[in-house]
């Protein structure tokens, strides 16, 4: 494949990507949401130089090499550009093999299990436990995700007694029949995320997301070690290698690759072979105006 053109149509909150090859058929992708914009001035300038006019046989080494020749910027922002070219070389495959990228992944068109979430914090528990009650009729949904702490907090809760509360509310409101996950976005030193894993225990949660900062693997095994909730993480990272000492050191129970934040599909897939052949399931996070 030999890519002829790249394309991005962007704002602040969402890019797409759309490439055109040799023959002139086209694929689309999806750059990171967060400041798409700039993202998609990355790709322009630090992926599409490596990209266009060049035979792609082998699309994992050609995103390793774009990530060699910009050794000097080896994080997120590339890594969310890259995403770009990937998911959109994806369904460029997909077109050309009559197939969802699912079935080229393996996979099937079936329905899979999804989870209602505000992703709120501003939100009082009572009206959480509301949203929630009010999705689970309307939607059926059987699963449900709420925020506890503040977001990268400190130790610090969003307000004096809220992750307290919100705990046994939801599930009071909607823990029967359902599964409850709890995400605390890097909030809690050890002692106090164990603290909070244990009251979640107590009320039927079974997931528990990014207790501590996310970069402090350490500090993220000592939770998953004292607790029997499963813990999850992994959603922000994007440097493989960090990715091969979460999994080999099971820092968390569960991985939650990013599709756009980790690099593509391709990378992704990497990822997601780590954790099989560790034995760790994976459950990949998407968020916001992602497509993935």
């Known amino acids: 494949m030999k890519i002829k053109r790249i394309e991005t149509f962007s704002n602040r909150y969402v890019g797409f990507v759309r ?24 790709l322009h300038r630090q992926v599409a130089p490596y990209s266009l006019g060049t035979e792609i046989v082998d699309l994992d080494d050609h995103l390793d090499r774009i990530f060699e020749r910009e050794h000097k910027f080896p994080g997120s922002y590339l890594c969310r550009a890259m995403c770009g070219l990937d998911t959109a070389i994806w369904d460029l495959r997909g077109k050309k093999a009559g197939k969802p990228v699912a079935a080229l992944l393996g996979g099937s068109a079936g329905p899979l299990r999804a989870y209602a979430s505000s992703m709120k914090r501003d939100i009082t528990p009572a009206d959480e436990a509301e949203r929630f009650k009010r999705l689970r009729g309307e939607y059926g949904f059987d699963a449900f995700k709420f925020r506890v702490g503040a977001e990268c907090g400190r130790n610090e809760d969003e307000w004096p007694g809220r992750t307290e509360e919100i705990i046994p ?18 909030c809690y030193s050890p002692a106090r995320a164990i603290e909070v894993g244990r009251i979640m225990q107590d009320n039927g949660l079974v997931h528990y997301e990014e207790p501590c900062p996310y970069w402090e693997l350490e500090q993220t095994r000592q939770v998953s070690e004292a607790l029997d909730i499963d813990v999850t993480g992994g959603e922000q990272d994007c440097d493989l290698p960090t990715w091969r000492r979460m999994i080999e050191m099971r820092a968390v129970d569960i991985v939650q690759p990013d599709i756009c934040y980790l690099g593509g599909i391709s990378r992704t897939l990497r990822v997601v072979r780590m954790a099989e052949a560790a034995g760790i ?3 990949p996070h998407a968020a916001n105006l992602s497509m993935v």
């Open 19 to 42: 490439i055109t090859d040799e023959t002139g058929a086209t694929g689309w992708g999806q750059v990171s949401t967060y400041n798409a914009d700039i993202t998609s001035e990355v």
């Open 169 to 186: 509310t939801i599930a009071k409101a909607v823990g029967e029949g359902a599964d409850l996950l709890a995400d605390a976005n890097s």
């Open 281 to 283: 399931p994976v459950t």
